[in-house]
Structure formats: structure tokens, C-alpha cells
């Protein structure tokens, strides 16, 4: 038997969040945000992260930057039990600052190691050792991204599931998604890159053409929750509704609900709604993992 449920390859980084800065941000002058938080980010390892804290053994392959960043970002996975043994190590970690406005939000990223793990730093027999593989942030990982097809293929040949969630592309280009389509089991897009992969100018013909493509698309819609088409079938699922401290994250916490709820043979109607729990719960703490750190208030959430 496998000692891992999950394995996934993607970015770490450690996202810096100041809350309650002023709208207009002249230069030159002094400008004091109200809060700060310092959590671990990046949609891949807070990914890993929350799926670990769900109770899913989860293997992670990443490029690790040689400094006191990387070591606090990698920590935080220690904590929650997400096994390392795969990871390589670069120069200069990447790093992520957040400044809220509202609903909305700047997103400033260097990307350092973020785009710096290459085809040749992955072991492909640990990353086949479990049934599933996924990958997150496709974009970003700009030095793999020519190989990420190929690396669905082998993991599909190696007989294991597969998921992707692409989220943006900074050059909204979308092309070489379509190559890796074939290879992928489970997407699970937002509505706007469900849109933008797929060419469509509405979610419907967007879902119709995915559905077409993939065994199963799970399109996020924020506080307006979810939907899926496997099979012809169409599934759809509400938010549940939460006071919100930031959504940041709440994506990526979706994915680690609907896919904890997956690898345990779920139905569809499940995972949805464990997707929707846990991006709902993200939601509650500041950025994408500080709320999946308490335990207890995790469960008693989740229950
Ligand atoms: N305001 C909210 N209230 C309740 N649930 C929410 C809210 N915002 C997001 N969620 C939950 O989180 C899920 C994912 O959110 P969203 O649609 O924003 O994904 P995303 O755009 O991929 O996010 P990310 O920025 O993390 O990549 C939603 O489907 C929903 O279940
Ligand atoms: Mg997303």
C-alpha cells in the first residue's frame, strides 16, 4: 500500500499581507497599515498544507530557496506532517506581498525559486508512488512549464488520477494549457480562467467545451460556490456563508477539501461541498493557511 495519498509539484513561497492600508498609496510618503500577517502562500503549498491538516498524506516536490524565508515556509509544511523527501533546493526564495483593499487587492510576487523548479529536479518514480498527482499554478513554474505535459502523460501511464488547477497567466496566453487537457482527470478552474482556457464569453459554453475535454471540470465561483459536469451530469453546490477576513487562499482551500473528499472515493456532491467548507474556512483567518493551523477550530468548523 501506498504511504501517500496525493503527490504534488508546484511553488512555495511566504505571502506578506499588510491589512488596512490607505486606498490612494502616494510615494514618497510614510503609509501605516492597521495589520500584518506572515504566512505561508503560494497556491501549491498552501495547497499541500491544507490538505495535510484534512488528514491526507501528502508528498511535495518543490524548489526550496537557501534562506530564512524558505526555511520558515517549509516548516510550516513540516508542521502539518507533508512529506519532503522530494524537495530541491535553489538560491533565492520567492516572496509574495498582499495589500487588500476591500474585496480587492494588490499582488506584488518575485518570483525567485517560485520559477525555478526544472523537469530534472523531479524524481518521477516518488511522484508516481501515490494514486493521485496534481499540480497548481501552472504559470508560474515557467522553467517546467514546456515539460508539465509530458508530466501528466507519465503520471497517467504510471496508472495514477490526475488533477490541475492552472489559476492565472500573467501573459494571458492560455495555448499550452490545451496540451496537458488531455492528460488531466479533474480541473478546477475559477470562473474568469475557465473562460480564458476554453475561449468562451460566458460560463456556460466555457463549462460545455471543458466538459468536453477533462472527465470532470469544478469551476469556483466565490461566494457564489461551485459547479461541476462529470459524465453529461451537472452538480452544483452553495458557499457557505462566513464573515470574511480575507479570501485569500480560498481557492487553493477548495481544492484541498474537494480533493481530501476525492481520494477517499467520495462522490461528487461531496467534494463540492467540502471544497465549499473548506474555502469558506479559509476565508475566516488571515491569508490561505493560518486557518487550517488550528486544529481545533478546524474541526469544530468543518463538523
Ligand atoms: N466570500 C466567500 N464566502 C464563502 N465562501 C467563499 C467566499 N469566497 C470564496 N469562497 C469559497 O472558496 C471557493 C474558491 O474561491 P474562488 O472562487 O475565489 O477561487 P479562486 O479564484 O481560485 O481563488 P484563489 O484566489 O485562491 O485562487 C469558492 O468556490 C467558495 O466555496
Ligand atoms: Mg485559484
Known amino acids: 500500500m501506498s504511504k501517500l495519498d496525493i503527490t504534488?509539484?508546484?511553488?512555495?513561497?511566504?505571502?506578506?499581507?499588510?491589512?488596512?492600508?490607505?486606498e490612494h498609496m502616494p510615494t514618497e510618503r510614510e503609509l501605516l497599515a492597521s495589520g500584518f500577517a506572515i504566512t505561508l502562500g503560494s497556491s501549491s503549498a498552501i495547497l499541500a498544507h491544507n490538505l495535510a491538516a484534512l488528514g491526507s498524506?501528502?508528498?511535495?516536490?518543490?524548489?526550496?530557496?537557501?534562506d530564512s524565508f524558505g526555511a520558515l515556509a517549509v516548516e510550516r509544511l513540516r508542521e502539518r506532517g507533508v512529506d519532503?523527501?522530494?524537495?530541491?533546493?535553489?538560491?533565492?526564495?520567492?516572496?509574495?506581498?498582499?495589500?487588500?483593499?476591500?474585496?480587492e487587492r494588490h499582488i506584488l510576487t518575485y518570483p525567485g525559486?517560485?520559477?525555478?523548479?526544472?523537469?530534472?529536479?523531479?524524481?518521477?518514480?516518488?511522484?508516481?508512488?501515490?494514486?493521485?498527482?496534481?499540480?497548481?499554478?501552472?504559470?508560474?513554474?515557467?522553467?517546467?512549464?514546456?515539460?508539465?505535459?509530458?508530466?501528466?502523460?507519465?503520471?497517467?501511464?504510471?496508472?495514477?488520477?490526475?488533477?490541475?488547477?492552472?489559476?492565472?497567466?500573467?501573459?494571458?496566453g492560455w495555448d499550452s494549457v490545451l496540451e496537458i487537457l488531455p492528460h488531466v482527470d479533474i480541473l478546477l478552474p475559477n470562473e474568469r480562467e475557465a473562460m480564458k482556457m476554453s475561449r468562451a464569453d460566458d460560463l456556460e459554453t466555457a463549462l460545455s467545451r471543458l466538459a468536453q475535454m477533462v472527465e470532470t471540470i469544478v469551476v469556483k465561483m466565490g461566494a457564489s460556490g461551485a459547479v461541476a459536469i462529470r459524465d453529461g451530469r451537472r452538480f452544483s453546490a452553495p458557499a457557505v456563508p462566513v464573515t470574511v477576513i480575507d479570501p485569500i487562499g480560498a481557492g487553493d482551500s477548495f481544492d484541498a477539501g474537494f480533493l481530501h473528499q476525492f481520494l477517499r472515493g467520495a462522490d461528487l456532491t461531496t467534494c463540492l461541498a467540502y471544497g465549499n467548507l473548506c474555502g469558506a474556512f479559509s476565508a475566516t483567518d488571515c491569508g490561505g493557511t493560518e486557518a487550517f493551523r488550528d486544529t481545533a477550530r478546524m474541526q469544530e468548523f468543518l463538523r
Open 84 to 103: 519532503l523527501t522530494g524537495i530541491a533546493h535553489g538560491a533565492k526564495s520567492g516572496v509574495t506581498l498582499i495589500l487588500p483593499h476591500g474585496l
Open 113 to 172: 525559486t517560485i520559477s525555478e523548479l526544472r523537469f530534472e529536479d523531479l524524481d518521477l518514480d516518488y511522484l508516481a508512488s501515490a494514486p493521485h498527482f496534481h499540480m497548481s499554478s501552472l504559470f508560474l513554474q515557467r522553467e517546467l512549464l514546456p515539460r508539465v505535459p509530458e508530466l501528466f502523460r507519465r503520471m497517467k501511464s504510471a496508472g495514477l488520477t490526475t488533477s490541475l488547477d492552472t489559476n492565472d497567466d500573467p501573459e494571458d
Open 57 to 66: 498524506r501528502v508528498g511535495f516536490v518543490t524548489k526550496v530557496g537557501d
Open 8 to 22: 504534488i509539484a508546484g511553488e512555495i513561497n511566504l505571502d506578506l499581507i499588510l491589512y488596512g492600508l490607505p
